[in-house]
């Protein structure tokens, strides 16, 4: 489901945003949810994350790695990636025609990643993310 907010007017935006975002979860009803990092600094993702925790308080909530945008990034949660999996994801990544450009967003960048990330927990590809509330 796509939602039509203009980029960097989500600040403006913020309570418009929660209310999609509670119907959301009212519909689909998540056990875990995937927001930018809590030490993103795009003013956007940060409006992301402050009201998902808001709605999502009582579900695990993981941030995930933007590192043009992040100050700093807890890399406490590895998920091991197949060569398969990886692909998969350097294919969607191609599919941000608006962000090729930048060198940060390049599939050659994500790969790398993948490999340092993986070799951080043995493996040869992984995937980190922020662990924000972890709910058991």
Same mark, same amino acid.
Request: net charge negative; glycine share 4%.
């Given at each position: 489901?796509?939602f039509?907010?203009?980029v960097r &007017? #989500? ?5 418009? *945003?929660l209310?999609?975002?509670l119907?959301?979860k009212? &519909?689909f ?5 995937? @927001?930018?990092?809590?030490?993103d ?11 998902? #925790? $808001?709605? #999502?308080k009582?579900?695990?909530? *993981?941030?995930y790695?933007?590192p043009?945008?992040? @100050? ?8 091991t ?5 990886? $692909?998969?994801?350097?294919k969607? *990544?191609?599919?941000?025609?608006s962000?090729? $450009? ?8 994500? &790969?790398s @990643?993948?490999r340092? $990330?993986?070799v ?6 992984a &995937?980190v993310f ?7």
């Open positions: 489901m796509l039509n907010y203009a &007017e #989500f600040p403006a935006n913020r309570q418009s *945003i209310d999609d975002i119907a959301l009212k &519909e009803k998540p056990d875990m949810i995937m @927001l930018p990092s809590t030490c600094t795009h003013q956007d993702h940060q409006v992301i994350v402050q009201e998902g #925790f $808001r709605a #999502f009582n579900v695990t909530m *993981i941030g790695e933007v043009r945008n992040n @100050l700093d990034f807890p890399t406490n949660v590895f998920v990636l197949s060569e398969e999996q990886l $692909r998969l994801k350097l969607s *990544i191609e599919c941000y025609h962000q090729m $450009r930048r060198p940060a967003s390049s599939v050659k960048f994500y &790969e @990643l993948a340092v $990330r993986g951080q927990v043995g493996v040869e590809y &995937e922020e662990a924000i509330r972890w709910v058991m």
